[in-house]
């Protein structure tokens, strides 16, 4: 099962940039940054899609706020 998924390709994040996002967190009331992620998916070393996302964390209880702004 282990071995199947790493030849049918393994997914890679690598974060692009991290900014403030306005706003503040719903349960410390702490600052909101924002993550931008650049996703890759291999196969076999070709890439075959990228995807770029942006995740919002708080930076004080590192909670991840992906329901607040989505
Ligand atoms: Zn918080």
Do not use: F
């Amino acid at each position: 099962m282990g071995a199947a998924r790493v030849l049918c390709g393994a997914e890679e994040e690598r974060v692009v940039s991290t900014h403030k996002a306005p706003g503040a967190c719903p349960r410390c009331g702490g600052a909101v940054v924002a993550t931008d992620v650049e996703s890759e998916r291999r196969i076999l070393c070709l890439p075959l899609c990228l995807k770029s996302k942006r995740k919002y964390s708080c930076t004080r209880c590192l909670r991840r706020l992906v329901t607040l702004y989505s």
